[in-house]
């Protein structure tokens, strides 16, 4: 009986262990991301100017709003952990992977619906 006991409370220690670190990763990630949120809005902006030769200027803020729309609540999301310390459990990393996967497929409609005519821009496009 006592070595179930002992193996329980190692087991429990090596998941409070792991809540632990898992709680500072996703810390760490919500205090850097805001520098690569502007960055990717910045990106954009290129993105905006090398778009701008083949579509209108509709499209393309649509696109642009839709970008900077994810990336707000992304970042909120993010600041609103910080600020409240929420605990970290694995419904508020998947929320933050669901966030990140979105921000993905938002990022890909450039190269893949709007592609522009020219092939330097193209490559430009790709590369971004």
Same mark, same amino acid.
């Given at each position: 009986?006592?070595?179930?006991m002992?193996?329980?409370?190692s087991?429990?220690?090596?998941?409070?262990?792991q809540?632990?670190?898992?709680?500072?990763?996703?810390?760490?990630?919500?205090r850097?991301?805001?520098?690569? @949120?502007?960055?990717?809005? !910045?990106?954009?902006?290129? +993105?905006?100017?090398?778009? %701008?030769?083949?579509?209108? #200027?509709? &499209?393309? @803020?649509?696109?642009?709003? !839709?970008?900077?729309?994810i +990336?707000?609540?992304?970042? %909120?999301?993010?600041?609103? #952990?910080l &600020?409240?310390?929420?605990?970290?459990?694995?419904?508020?990393?998947?929320?933050?992977?669901?966030?990140?996967?979105?921000d993905?497929?938002?990022?890909?409609?450039?190269?893949?619906?709007?592609?522009?005519?020219?092939?330097?821009?193209?490559v430009?496009?790709?590369?971004?």
């Amino acid at each position: 009986m006592q070595p179930t006991m002992a193996a329980e409370s190692s087991s429990i220690q090596n998941s409070e262990s792991q809540q632990r670190v898992q709680t500072e990763q996703v810390m760490i990630f919500c205090r850097l991301s805001p520098a690569s @949120l502007l960055s990717g809005a !910045l990106a954009g902006l290129f +993105i905006i100017y090398v778009l %701008l030769r083949d579509y209108s #200027i509709y &499209q393309v @803020l649509g696109w642009y709003t !839709l970008l900077l729309t994810i +990336i707000g609540v992304r970042g %909120l999301y993010l600041r609103r #952990i910080l &600020q409240k310390h929420i605990a970290v459990d694995e419904t508020t990393v998947k929320k933050i992977l669901a966030i990140i996967a979105i921000d993905g497929l938002v990022w890909c409609i450039p190269s893949t619906l709007l592609i522009p005519s020219e092939p330097s821009n193209q490559v430009i496009l790709s590369c971004s």
